[in-house]
Each structure stands twice: as structure tokens, then as C-alpha cells.
Nanobody, 121 residues
Framework: QVQLVESGGGLVQAGGSLRLSCAAS????????MAWFRQAPGKEREFVAA????????LYTDSVKGRFIISRDNGKNTVYLEMNSLKPEDTGVYFC??????????????WGQGTQVTVSS
């Protein structure tokens, strides 16, 4: 089993920045693709960004390209999401996930409990 714990969410004004962290424990972190998803009220959970174990490959949904940066520190078993130029439509619960490469919820086997991000206009 892999346990994932997110932190760093909060309330921020439009144009501001937040940095989310996800600490992994339990089963070895090695080899897992790590990703961030988000879910707005009344909407389905959607892919935000993913990073491969090697760190050389990253993937972003179009709406966050150029604004968000995903990174990971394998020595600390932690993945980060740097969010800049935040918009009200970025509001939602952000979930950390571990699994296989892809953008679909079903490709990820382990999930954190989520952290709320609220962007005010």
C-alpha cells in the first residue's frame, strides 16, 4: 500500500500562487507515476498534471500549461504542484495520485484525501 497525504491548499486571490505538496509513505515510491487531479463542485475529477519516476517526463492538461509546474523529490518521497497565475476556475479539491502513466482516473491506484484550493475573483 501507498499512503498519500496532500498539504498546501488554501484561499488565494486570482493571480496569486500556491504550492501543493504530497508526501508518500508505505510501499516503495520507486517507479510510480505521480499525478495531480482536481474536482470542482458538481463536476467529475479531472487530470491536472503527471510526472514520471525519472522526472524527465511531465504531462499537463491544456488549461494549466505555462502556469503550473509539477515536480518530485524521490529522496523525500514527495511530489509538488507549483500553481501560478491562479484563476477562479482552478478552484476545487486537489488530489495526489500514484499509478501508471496517463490522464485517466482509472490509471492511478492510490489516492490522497485531497486538499481544498479556492481562488477568489
Amino acid at each position: 500500500q501507498v499512503q498519500l497525504v496532500e498539504s498546501g491548499g488554501g484561499l488565494v486571490q486570482a493571480g496569486g500562487s500556491l504550492r501543493l505538496s504530497c508526501a508518500a509513505s508505505g510501499r516503495v515510491f520507486t517507479g510510480f507515476v505521480m499525478a495531480w487531479f482536481r474536482q470542482a463542485p458538481g463536476k467529475e475529477r479531472e487530470f491536472v498534471a503527471a510526472i514520471a519516476w525519472s522526472v524527465s517526463s511531465t504531462l499537463y492538461t491544456d488549461s494549466v500549461k505555462g502556469r503550473f509546474i509539477i515536480s518530485r523529490d524521490n529522496g523525500k518521497n514527495t511530489v509538488y504542484l507549483e500553481m501560478n497565475s491562479l484563476k477562479p476556475e482552478d478552484t476545487g479539491v486537489y488530489f495526489c495520485a500514484a499509478g501508471r502513466w496517463g490522464t485517466q482516473v482509472g490509471q492511478y491506484d492510490y489516492w490522497g484525501q485531497g486538499t481544498q484550493v479556492t481562488v477568489s475573483s
